[in-house]
């Protein structure tokens, strides 16, 4: 019962604050509410048992990428004029949500065709624990876990170079 | 009692709030966080998945997910820090072209 309630009330926190970032004019508030979905979202996974996920939705999106975000919103110094290019938010974005309805529907529709998914009783007490996690990937993932350190260098050498035209 | 088509349905919808994002607003900035925002959507999706068959597999892809989003985070707002000195804007629809 008290899973249902919690639940129902991530989910709408979640996509609440999806929704309320969309349709801000100014990008810091639009990162403040992300945060806000992103914190409903790790409650979401909790919910899940997925401990270490829900730690690291909270380290990683809603602490380093939105601070990123948020630095680099700061950094730019946007003035008033840079954010009024006519941008009419009301039916831009509800044309948009109009427009993907049917989709939206389609999907739903599929999904409620699925045969029952009630969740099946945990294998054990530790299911996704980080001892569990991080064993389950060096075990099975270990040449992926050390591409995702070539792809973070690469990233960090691109962010330089586009940064310093001249080196 | 809540199921996977529940964890299903809140991913979907908010895909659809990120697509909208994408598609409606022309500020550089919300693009890109509602690119993060479908990046999220799929991954509750991925974690469900993982708990609906007792396997930690979609745990390894969110993770994975997560180091590419934040490469991606990196290099996607050093973008948008040469392309707003480019041309004072943050309108999308000002960036039609690849060269300067």
Same mark, same amino acid.
């Given at each position: 019962? &008290?899973?249902?309630?919690?639940?129902?009330?991530?989910?709408?926190?979640?996509?609440? *604050? *999806?929704? !309320?970032?969309?349709?801000?004019?100014? @990008?810091?508030?639009?990162a403040?509410?992300l945060?806000? +979905? #992103?914190?409903?979202l790790?409650?979401?996974?909790?919910?899940?048992?997925a401990? &270490? %996920?829900a730690?690291?939705? %909270?380290?990683?999106?809603?602490?380093?990428?939105v601070?990123? /975000? $948020?630095f680099?919103?700061?950094?730019?110094?946007?003035?008033?004029?840079?954010?009024?290019?006519?941008?009419?938010?009301?039916?831009?974005?509800?044309?948009?949500? /109009?427009?993907? =309805? @049917?989709?939206?529907?389609?999907?739903?529709?599929?999904?409620?065709?699925? @045969?029952?998914?009630?969740? @099946?009783p945990?294998?054990?007490?530790?299911?996704g624990?980080?001892?569990? $996690?991080?064993? #389950?990937?060096?075990?099975?993932?270990t #040449?992926v #876990?050390?591409?995702?350190s $070539?792809l973070?260098?690469?990233?960090?050498?691109? $962010?330089?170079?586009?940064?310093?035209?001249?080196? | 009692?809540?199921? =996977?088509?529940?964890?299903?349905?809140? +991913?979907?919808?908010?895909?659809?709030?990120?697509?909208?994002?994408?598609?409606?607003?022309?500020?550089?900035? %919300?693009?890109?966080? +509602? %690119?993060? =925002?479908?990046?999220?959507?799929?991954?509750?999706?991925?974690?469900?998945?993982?708990?609906?068959?007792?396997q930690?597999?979609?745990?390894?892809?969110?993770? &994975? !997910?997560?180091?590419?989003?934040?490469?991606?985070?990196?290099?996607g =707002?050093?973008?948008?820090i040469?392309?707003?000195?480019g041309?004072? +804007?943050?309108?999308?629809?000002?960036?039609?072209?690849?060269?300067?």
């Amino acid at each position: 019962m &008290l899973t249902t309630i919690l639940f129902y009330l991530l989910a709408a926190v979640m996509i609440g *604050g *999806g929704c !309320v970032t969309i349709t801000r004019k100014q @990008p810091l508030a639009a990162a403040l509410s992300l945060v806000v +979905s #992103f914190m409903a979202l790790s409650g979401l996974y909790a919910l899940l048992t997925a401990q &270490l %996920i829900a730690i690291l939705q %909270i380290l990683v999106y809603a602490g380093a990428i939105v601070a990123l /975000i $948020v630095f680099v919103i700061m950094l730019l110094n946007v003035r008033e004029q840079d954010l009024t290019f006519h941008e009419e938010l009301v039916p831009q974005v509800g044309v948009a949500a /109009i427009a993907l =309805l @049917p989709v939206v529907g389609v999907v739903v529709a599929a999904i409620g065709r699925l @045969p029952a998914g009630t969740f @099946p009783p945990l294998t054990g007490p530790d299911y996704g624990s980080i001892e569990t $996690v991080g064993m #389950f990937l060096y075990q099975h993932y270990t #040449f992926v #876990f050390e591409l995702v350190s $070539v792809l973070l260098t690469v990233a960090l050498a691109g $962010v330089v170079l586009l940064a310093k035209r001249r080196i | 009692m809540i199921s =996977l088509q529940h964890f299903l349905i809140a +991913s979907v919808l908010l895909f659809a709030v990120g697509v909208a994002g994408v598609v409606g607003r022309k500020n550089l900035f %919300i693009v890109f966080m +509602s %690119i993060e =925002l479908m990046l999220n959507a799929v991954n509750l999706s991925f974690v469900a998945f993982a708990r609906f068959l007792n396997q930690l597999d979609g745990h390894i892809y969110v993770f &994975l !997910v997560m180091a590419v989003a934040a490469a991606e985070a990196a290099i996607g =707002l050093a973008i948008v820090i040469l392309l707003f000195k480019g041309k004072e +804007s943050l309108n999308v629809d000002d960036f039609s072209v690849m060269k300067q």
